[in-house]
Structures are given as structure tokens and as C-alpha cells.
């Protein structure tokens, strides 16, 4: 080998520039490379917890929201929604509804005088024909009392007329199929029967005075003496 070739040859090595910037410009890459590396973990990572901490809080909603409408909340909700509010020395609410026989009873027919609403569940139920059967017998007593006696259930007319034909009432039996009067008197709300929860008719009376007011409420209504009590108390009144 001559000395120009040995001469060329020793300056190929890595100390030349360009080898030197070669070496740089791979150093750096890799440097680049190995701290992108290191990121990628890390911005997972944060996703990762981002993305847990809406799935949680998703989760919260959805368990709040199924709460919310859950049977047992809907029906907490209706029963609170039905109270009435009704209470004595308020304004008796106005009503205006058929009667067996066809007629059209309203609030104002009874102006000035005492009235006696009785809200029974259901038509020729055991309770219920013993309750119209003692305000039937009890009929003229309430009538020396100047006081009026209605008795209001959800059911048809024809089953009212069915009603009083077959037990032979004398007291006018209203219907109430839209339940609107019976929520407006509290008499219509959560009942439990052989531990079922279910919305239907409270036994319940109002005595309602000459000046249109409540005078006494009687809620859970025990039939057995029951009119000659409310009898009483409109006597007194």
C-alpha cells in the first residue's frame, strides 16, 4: 500500500467531521426515540384515569337515576302526590258528579246546609254494604239534623244502581270513575292488602258544615258504629 492510501485511509475513522456528525445525529435519535418511549406510558396512564374516573362517575349517574325511578321511588312520589292536604276548617272542594238515577249532584245543591260525604272502597263489598246500610237506616235521623248524607265510590253508575236496588239504599250514590273528588277529600292513596302496596279508595267520612267548611274528618274508617258517631257529631255541630 502506497503513503497517499495509507494517508486516506487513516482519515476515514470516526474522529473525521462527517463521521462525528453522524454519531451525533444517531445519538439524538435515539435519544428522541427512548424519551418518547418514556412519555407513551405516562399520557396512557392519564387517559387511562381520566377515562376510569367518567366511567365511575357515569356509573353514579345510572345507579342514581335508576334510583330515582324505581318502583318503590314512583310510588313514594304518587303517594306524596295524592295527599289532599285536607284538613277541618278549610273550605270544603268542589265536586260536581253523576248520581245513580242519572242526575248531576254538585257542592252548591247542599249550600247552607250540613253534609255527610262517606267514601267507600267498592260497591256490595261486605264493609261497604253495612256501612250504606246503616247510613240508609239512620237516613231520617240525619235528615231532623238538617244534614244531607252522599255516599262516593269509583264505580260506574250501573254498579251503583246494582248497589242500591239490591240492598234497597236511600241514600244517593255518587260515581267517581276519575278519582278527582276522591283526591280532593284525601280518599284516595296507598292501601297494602296480604303485603302488595296498591292505590285505591280510604275509607273515610266528611261532615261538612252549614258555612261550607270541614267540620270533622274521619280517616280509616271502622264501619261498625260508624254513622251513628258521624250522626252525633252533626247533631252537635
Not at 28 to 37: D, E, I, P, V, Y
Request: some cysteine; aromatic content about 6%; proline content about 4%.
Amino acid at each position: 500500500m502506497s503513503k497517499k492510501s495509507r494517508k486516506k485511509s487513516s482519515k476515514t475513522p470516526s474522529g473525521s467531521p462527517t463521521a462525528k456528525k453522524k454519531t451525533a445525529k444517531t445519538r439524538a435519535s435515539l435519544q428522541t426515540r427512548s424519551a418518547k418511549t418514556q412519555r407513551t406510558p405516562a399520557r396512557k396512564s392519564a387517559a387511562t384515569i381520566a377515562k376510569a374516573g367518567s366511567h365511575k362517575a357515569a356509573s353514579k349517574q345510572l345507579k342514581s337515576s335508576k334510583s330515582a325511578s324505581s318502583p318503590a321511588a314512583a310510588k313514594s312520589g304518587l303517594k306524596s302526590g295524592l295527599k289532599s292536604g285536607l284538613a277541618e276548617g278549610q273550605k270544603a272542594p268542589a265536586f260536581s258528579l253523576p248520581r245513580d238515577g242519572g242526575d248531576v249532584v254538585t257542592l252548591a245543591d247542599y249550600a247552607g246546609q250540613k253534609l255527610v260525604l262517606f267514601f267507600y272502597p267498592r260497591a256490595d263489598t261486605p264493609g261497604c254494604t253495612r256501612e250504606a246500610i246503616d247510613f240508609t237506616r239512620l237516613a231520617d235521623a240525619f235528615a231532623a239534623a238538617g244534614t244531607a248524607v252522599l255516599g262516593i265510590s269509583a264505580d260506574p253508575l250501573k254498579a251503583q244502581e246494582k248497589f242500591r236496588d239490591k240492598h234497597k239504599l236511600g241514600v244517593p250514590l255518587i260515581s267517581d270513575e276519575t278519582h278527582e273528588m276522591l283526591e280532593a277529600y284525601g280518599a284516595w292513596g296507598e292501601k297494602s292488602m296480604y303485603g302488595k302496596s296498591f292505590l285505591g279508595i280510604l275509607r273515610t267520612t266528611i261532615l261538612i258544615g252549614t258555612d261550607g267548611k270541614v267540620a270533622r274528618i274521619w280517616r280509616n274508617v271502622r264501619v261498625d258504629g260508624h254513622a251513628d258517631e258521624v250522626l252525633e257529631a252533626a247533631r252537635s255541630l
